[in-house]
T-cell receptor, first 110, second 114 residues
Framework: GQQLNQSPQSMFIQEGEDVSMNCTSS?????WLWYKQDPGEGPVLLIA?????ELTSNGRLTAQFGITRKDSFLNISASIPSDVGIYFC??????????FGAGTTVTVRA | KAGVTQTPRYLIKTRGQQVTLSCSPI?????VSWYQQTPGQGLQFLFE???????NKGNFPGRFSGRQFSNSRSEMNVSTLELGDSALYLC?????????????FGEGSWLTVV
């Protein structure tokens, strides 16, 4: 599948900060999925979005399916140390292949 | 409900050998996909199986193959292993194939080729 543009590539967080990341595509997507992956583990599904404009929360996480259907955003509010990891966006365009972003690495600022 | 189960979790093979990895999807899920993850290349799609049929295939050589059984369990095989095949191999399951799908990953099988 085509590659999604995910940004930023990496970010440093301080406990209590709000953080956000986004993914964009040149094509229309039917589904957006957000995952978090800890070292040595498989990606864990955080939020699934199925409709343009949809805004969904999962605890301190909020994600939105862009109105144009070409982008999605993930926000983490009041970050805590266990939020560190790699966050991936993924989406289904009109074909069957799931496309992935390159990931956003979240690290705690020293 | 049990999640996606992959075995083995870790394995070491030597160049030229072959390896078989196994995946049991979430109960009721009929689609199984396989991905290779390496630090430099990220998540690369290998193939997807649905109802025992390969629905999609990524850009990997023929040394990489897979199959799905009638109970939706899937295996992937890599023959004539190369050093560059060292990676985390992830299996993902979903209720059906195509868009509008929610996909769940297993913990992966770490393959090291020496």
């Amino acid at each position: 599948g085509q590659q999604l543009n995910q940004s930023p590539q990496s970010m440093f967080i301080q406990e209590g900060e709000d953080v956000s990341m986004n993914c964009t595509s040149s094509s229309i997507f039917n589904t957006w999925l957000w995952y978090k992956q800890d070292p040595g583990e498989g990606p864990v599904l955080l939020i699934a979005l199925y409709k343009a404009g949809e805004l969904t929360s999962n605890g301190r996480l909020t994600a939105q399916f862009g109105i144009t259907r070409k982008d999605s955003f993930l926000n983490i509010s009041a970050s805590i140390p266990s939020d560190v990891g790699i966050y991936f966006c993924a989406g289904h365009p009109n074909d069957y292949k799931l496309s992935f972003g390159a990931g956003t690495t979240v690290t705690v600022r020293a | 409900k049990a999640g996606v189960t992959q075995t083995p979790r870790y394995l070491i093979k030597t160049r030229g050998q072959q390896v078989t990895l196994s995946c049991s999807p979430i109960s009721g899920h009929r689609s199984v996909s396989w991905y290779q993850q390496t630090p430099g290349q990220g998540l690369q799609f290998l193939f997807e199986y649905f109802s025992e049929t390969q629905r999609n295939k990524g850009n990997f050589p023929g040394r990489f193959s897979g199959r799905q059984f009638s109970n939706s369990r899937s295996e992937m095989n890599v023959s004539t292993l190369e050093l560059g095949d060292s990676a985390l191999y992830l299996c993902a399951s979903s209720p059906h194939t195509g868009g509008g799908n929610t996909i769940y990953f297993g913990e992966g099988s770490w393959l090291t080729v020496v």
